[in-house]
């Protein structure tokens, strides 16, 4: 009897599903409680290990001209003069529910999830980094669909055309983007086509609620410089996958039980070659969307990227925690979205 007319066995089946996902759901939980902890022990514990005492901490959020009541008062009022495991529950429970500080006469409350507030500008943080997660959002979404596409196609094609001149100019023009770095190349997109050949007449941000086309348009050449090192990488990297596989001997069975050679390239040598791409693209993604420094500079996007940078630079402690720890909620969320991923192109891995 076949699996798909077997109950029991259809019902093992899902059930080996379901007990994947939740594993990978509570294993992306709790990397993150590690993610904040490893994080709050490097801005809290470590400043403490290293002589930093509560008052010099408080001292940067009442500014230059602080006075020791005023320093008394913030100490008490962020928890500072706690023992650090309180004030690491404390900072849970701000993410989950929110937080409550008191400057000075007034009570104000900080939404879930609060990052605190800025040193430098006293607002939240969250209000700040919500403004800036969709732009780097956009930059990572763009640039995703343009790699993934163009450096998949590229490496197929170079690998079923193995030493012709297609094969050479691809892999050279990939050579080229994997060495050429994204300022470099942003840099020269720039002059070329919004000051020498003025197509664009500026970069900006335009939100893609408000103007679809026109979010597509402004982002245009912050895609293709981001997507042209990307797909480079991804082109040599599903050539090679291809290559392997595609000398495997269930390939020459596919060929032999007649096949087309659409079906045999896509349906089992592309499936096949596709499963490291997968779990590098998680990683890319999700690494982009928090870290797109490089990019947001060149172009002065203001996404997350150059956030970080601006609060490194001023020395922000909230915002840099902030940044951090919604980098890592992405790439975290990236992982146990590729793992779902993975287990549909690969069923074995449900039962692993």
């Known amino acids: 009897m076949a699996a798909a007319d077997d109950p029991a066995a259809a019902t093992r089946g899902r ?22 902890a490893v994080t709050f022990a490097i801005f809290f514990l470590v400043p403490r290990l290293g002589g930093q005492t509560a008052d010099q ?44 500080y008191t400057f000075g006469p007034d009570a104000t ?16 943080v969250w209000p700040q980094l919500e403004q800036r997660i969709p732009v780097s959002f956009s930059l990572a979404v763009g640039a995703a669909v343009i790699w993934l596409v163009t450096g998949v196609t590229t490496g197929v094609i170079s690998a079923l055309r193995k030493g012709r001149p297609i094969d050479r100019v691809s892999m050279f023009i990939a050579l080229a983007g994997v060495s050429l770095p994204i300022f470099f190349t942003g840099q020269i997109l720039l002059a070329l086509f919004v000051y020498e050949i003025p197509v664009w007449d500026s970069i900006d941000y335009v ?5 679809p086309a026109e979010w597509a348009w402004h982002l245009m050449l912050p895609w293709v410089s981001l997507a042209f090192l990307f797909s480079a990488l991804y082109a040599r990297l599903t050539r090679a996958g291809m290559l392997e596989t595609m000398s495997e001997d269930y390939i020459r ?17 592309l499936r096949s070659a596709l499963t490291p791409i997968v779990t590098i693209f998680g990683m890319d993604f999700g690494t982009l969307v928090g870290t797109a420094v490089l990019t947001e ?45 993975y287990a549909a192109i690969d069923p074995r891995v449900r039962y692993s």
């Open 297 to 341: 500079t060149v172009f002065s996007l203001q996404g997350i990227g150059a956030y970080s940078v601006q609060a490194i630079k001023d020395n922000d402690l909230p915002i840099v925690m902030g940044v951090t720890l919604v980098a890592a909620f992405f790439i975290v969320l990236c992982n146990l979205i590729v793992d779902l991923v």
């Open 207 to 211: 939100p893609f609620t408000e103007n």
């Open 253 to 269: 069975t596919a060929r032999a039980k007649g096949l087309t050679e659409t079906t045999v390239v896509a349906k089992h040598g």
């Open 57 to 100: 901490l408080a001292t940067q959020y009442v500014g230059k001209d602080a006075n020791p009541e005023s320093v008394a008062a913030i100490k008490k009022n962020l928890g500072l003069d706690q023992p650090v495991y309180e004030q690491y529950w404390n900072f849970l429970k701000g993410l989950v529910v929110g937080a409550d």
């Open 109 to 124: 409350h900080c939404g879930a999830p609060c990052f605190g507030y800025s040193f430098k500008s006293h607002i939240e």
């Open 15 to 36: 059930t080996a599903v379901a007990a994947y996902i939740l594993r990978r759901v509570m294993g992306a939980v709790l990397l993150l409680l590690v993610v904040s």
